[in-house]
């Protein structure tokens, strides 16, 4: 409880950080180049879905070992991910340094050279700390998996911290460069990770500091294994999420990307709390099916439909009030159409709904539907997406799209779930 409450004020903090961020780097910016670091940014998070599963394994390891006292096993478990996570990294990062060198990435982008000179040396640099803070984050997992959530999140919200104060501390010093933005916004992270590396396995958890010596391939392949469905719907995740940044780049400009990330990023601030909210549902529903416990399903569920309806008038009030809440957030050098919100509303709406769902599927490791379902909205969007950009001119018609896509899967979701509902016990 003490972790859900902690969790609660620690990603509220980060949200607050995440929305001063966004006028801070427009007044840096402008609304061209800020499109292009939004873009860039979507890209990053590419990277993250080559851990292959390895850091949902790691987190599941440590918690099996360390309730049994194994420490060995869990020090395996660290000097295994932390190999496998380098040996994955560092061919990836030649690799796509090649692409940057060999392929024109202004075109590729839809970014003026004119106005974004340097983009190769820019996305290089940008790559190369992101791929850093990918070995060394997996220390989060860690703390997952001692049923320390906060911890994580607290460790990532001081890298949000650290990365809005250098950004500032370039606004007042006068470097209003991409190049500033960006380096002041991912090395935030790794140089939080690199301190948080030491504190953890060296002062707080010295008995299960990583070593060479106990690295274990055949155990790096059972981690993989054991996340590798949450991976496959990770990856589909991270491509409906980044694909939108960079669609509305090449079919329109970098600068609509700066309305697009405003809006989304205004009621995603609903996701946010949601989320925070659901994830205890998830470890809570493993436990009462592996006990047979359909009733308290059943009870929760109606709980999670109360909680819906109240998110659904929070939404529409958040439409109501979004131009004056606009205009004091980045000010009026940024028009958001009521259209783009509304739809980016009814998105959002759509996406927690489904997670209503999914987190009571996930507890009890129901993932093909949700696999099928969201592979197929990951194959379909993007053409969609595109013809939509191209017939209507707008980026609203990207939106409706996308919930258009994730429509079905939200239907399958609900529809599993009451057939569980449906069973008289959980067994």
């Known amino acids: 409880m003490k972790n859900v409450v902690a969790s609660f004020f620690i990603k509220g903090w980060s949200a607050l950080v995440t929305l001063l961020m966004v006028p801070l780097a427009l007044k840096m910016l402008g609304v061209y180049s800020n499109g292009v670091w939004l873009t860039i940014s979507g890209i990053l998070l590419w990277i993250d879905m080559f851990d292959i599963g390895l850091g949902n394994g790691l987190r599941n390891v440590v918690a099996n070992n360390i309730a049994t ?49 340097q983009l190769d040396t820019i996305l290089i640099i940008a790559i190369a700390l992101s791929c850093c803070t990918f070995v060394l984050k997996s ?44 380096i002041a916004n991912i090395s935030a992270p790794l140089i939080i990770w690199l301190l948080c590396l030491p504190y953890t396995f060296i002062i707080k958890y010295p008995q299960f500091c990583p070593s060479i010596r106990l690295i274990n391939i055949q155990m790096a392949r059972n981690l993989c294994s054991t996340g590798v469905q949450f991976f496959l719907l990770q990856i589909c995740s991270v491509i409906l999420f980044t694909s939108t940044n960079i669609i509305i780049s090449k079919a329109f400009s970098p600068a609509e990307v700066t309305p697009y990330q405003i809006a989304y990023r205004y009621f995603s601030v609903m996701l946010t709390v949601v989320n925070i909210v659901y994830m205890p549902f998830w470890n809570a529903t493993t436990d009462a099916y592996s006990r047979g416990d359909i009733s308290w399903i059943r009870k929760t569920s109606r709980k999670l439909d109360l909680m819906l309806g109240l998110i659904f ?7 109501v009030v979004s131009e004056p809440v606009y205009h004091l957030w980045i000010g009026r050098g940024v028009h958001i159409p009521l259209d783009l919100s509304v739809s980016m509303a009814v998105y959002i709406f759509t996406i927690i709904a489904s997670l209503r769902y999914s987190y009571i599927l996930n507890g009890i490791n129901v993932l093909r539907i949700q696999m099928i379902f969201t592979s197929i909205a990951t194959i379909v969007f993007i053409p969609l997406a595109w013809m939509a950009c191209k017939l209507y001119g707008t980026v609203t018609s990207l939106v409706i799209v996308m919930c258009i896509v994730n429509i079905p899967g939200l239907i399958a979701n609900a529809w599993k779930c009451q057939q569980i509902f449906k069973m008289p016990t959980c067994k």
């Open 69 to 117: 006292g194994n420490t060995t096993k869990v020090r395996e478990a660290i000097s295994s991910t932390f190999f496998m996570l380098a040996a994955i990294i560092v061919p990836i990062f030649i690799l796509l340094c090649f692409i940057i060198l060999a392929f024109d990435m202004h075109e590729a982008l839809g970014v003026d050279k004119h106005i974004i000179g």
């Open 313 to 319: 008038l929070a939404l529409t009030l958040m439409v």
């Open 139 to 182: 220390t989060g997992n860690f703390f997952m998996g001692m049923q320390l959530p906060a911890v994580n999140n607290l460790i990532v919200s001081l890298g949000q911290t650290l990365a809005l104060a250098l950004t500032f501390a370039a606004y007042l010093l006068g470097h209003h460069s991409l190049m500033t933005v960006v």
